[in-house]
């Protein structure tokens, strides 16, 4: 009798991924591209995201990701807060969340900082912070998922107009005057007129300061030394061939150049913001992917992403309208 086949060996670990859910109680509307955006049914989108999540048989996820934009800014409109306040739209997407038992983990984007100020942002979306020059909080932070992997996650609003007070807000304000002409106008997040890496100069995005990029370094020399496997994670997109420029971060450059000098250590970046599935292969091997807004799919349309990886690569299981990929990791990554 023939014996039967070895069954494939099972995951390290695996994780849920969630980017964009935009909830807040107003009706429907669109993009300024005219997009159709959902922004009630996020919410049900995301309870059952995390419904499936908690389903999934073999090898349970062991957590899951967020990768910002948690609700919309008009979470913090007058129709939305005659409702209920920008923190009870939030609480209500955290509590969508954790049907799922196992822990979220967060980064913030631009719509968290139109509708809330960063202690909040810490409280609330349990995003350690830290305090740096001029009493600034800046969310960068490092989880082990599992013996030998690290994950980094970056705060691409570090620098920026949107809540920023002192050095940083006067950094971000003279990068945007300096490199965007509508700026000085008044039309802050425009890029009319802009072409290529440049549109990025819109005041929806942020930048990385020196502080969190000498950190970021030193997490990176300090998993290379102990041969471990990173996945850098951050709302804004680090590839410009994975997204739409305009998504990107005032100085993406920096994260690229950290990104490829690891690379033997960086195995990928995960990202939102940009609304769509995007990917992107670094010149030195990495891989950027981009996922797929929650607020953008059609009511009944879930989208959502299931993560497992192994010692050779990385699935991305796509749900909705979030692309599906398999990642090969780099033999210089592996173990």
């Known amino acids: 009798m023939n ?17 964009d859910i935009q909830y807040a109680p107003v009706p429907d509307g669109s993009s300024f591209s005219g997009v159709p955006r959902y922004y009630r049914s996020a919410l049900d989108s995301t309870l059952s995201a995390a419904s499936s999540w908690k389903s999934i048989r073999p090898n349970p996820l062991s957590f899951a990701i967020n990768l910002g934009d948690t609700i919309d800014g008009l979470a913090a409109s007058p129709s939305a807060t005659q409702h209920q306040p920008a923190l009870a739209s939030l609480s209500e997407v955290m509590s969508a969340l954790a049907t799922f038992p196992n822990p979220t983990y967060s980064v913030y984007g631009n719509h968290e900082l139109y509708a809330l100020n960063r202690s909040e942002i810490k409280t609330h979306l349990k995003i350690p912070m830290q305090v740096e020059a001029d009493n600034q909080m ?30 940083k807000l006067a950094k971000a304000e003279f990068l945007l005057s300096s490199n965007n002409p509508n700026f000085d106008r008044g039309d802050i997040n425009s890029p009319e007129g802009l072409e290529g890496t440049d549109r990025r100069w819109v005041a929806f995005n942020g930048g990385v300061g020196s502080t969190q990029l000498d950190w970021i370094e030193s997490e990176l020399i300090a998993s290379r030394s102990a041969s471990e496997r990173v996945v850098m994670l951050a709302h804004q997109p680090f590839h410009p061939d994975s997204s739409n420029p305009m998504c990107l971060p005032h100085n993406y450059e920096a994260l690229l150049n950290l990104t490829d000098s690891f690379s033997s250590t960086v195995v990928a970046t995960f990202s939102g913001h940009t609304h769509s599935s995007g990917y992107a ?36 299981e796509g749900f909705g309208d979030q692309r599906s990929y398999e990642l090969e990791i780099n033999s210089t990554c592996r173990r």
């Open 3 to 19: 014996s039967a086949p070895p069954l494939p060996p099972p995951p390290i670990f695996s994780f849920g991924v969630i980017a």
């Open 138 to 167: 800046v969310g960068y932070y490092t989880i082990r998922p599992a013996l030998g992997w690290k994950f980094v996650f970056v705060d691409t609003y570090d620098e920026c107009v949107m809540g920023r007070t002192g050095s």
């Open 281 to 316: 292969l670094g010149s030195a091997g990495v891989h950027h992917v981009v996922f797929d807004a929650v607020l953008e799919s059609e009511p009944g349309v879930d989208t959502y992403s299931v993560v497992r990886v192994y010692d050779d690569r990385m699935v991305i």
